[in-house]
């Protein structure tokens, strides 16, 4: 009798943790499909915040050597911007 009881008992055991071992694992599987996906949108970003503030240098280098008083306020509109957080 105990024998059966017992058995029955690690029987349930192991399906609870088989279980939980199938859920953990779609879990892990979809957070690697979302951090994937976030860190090649995050790349992107990057990269095009930075051409942004190279083209922006490279403006204000050229509005140093070329001044232009139209060059000089829109340099001024983007340099006085607070950062977007």
């Known amino acids: 009798m105990k024998s059966d009881l017992i058995n029955w008992m690690l029987t349930l055991v192991?399906?609870?943790?088989?279980?939980a071992t199938v859920i953990l694992a779609v879990r892990t599987i979809n957070l690697m499909h979302e951090f994937r996906t976030l860190s090649t949108q995050a790349a992107i970003a990057n990269n095009s915040l930075l051409q942004a503030?190279?083209?922006?240098?490279?403006v204000g280098l050229y509005n140093q050597k070329?001044?232009?008083?139209?060059?000089?306020r829109i340099l001024a509109a983007v340099q006085g911007r607070p950062a977007a957080r």
Do not use: H, I, M
């Open 14 to 19: 192991l399906g609870v943790l088989a279980v």
């Open 53 to 58: 503030r190279a083209l922006a240098n490279d």
């Open 66 to 72: 070329s001044p232009s008083p139209e060059l000089t």
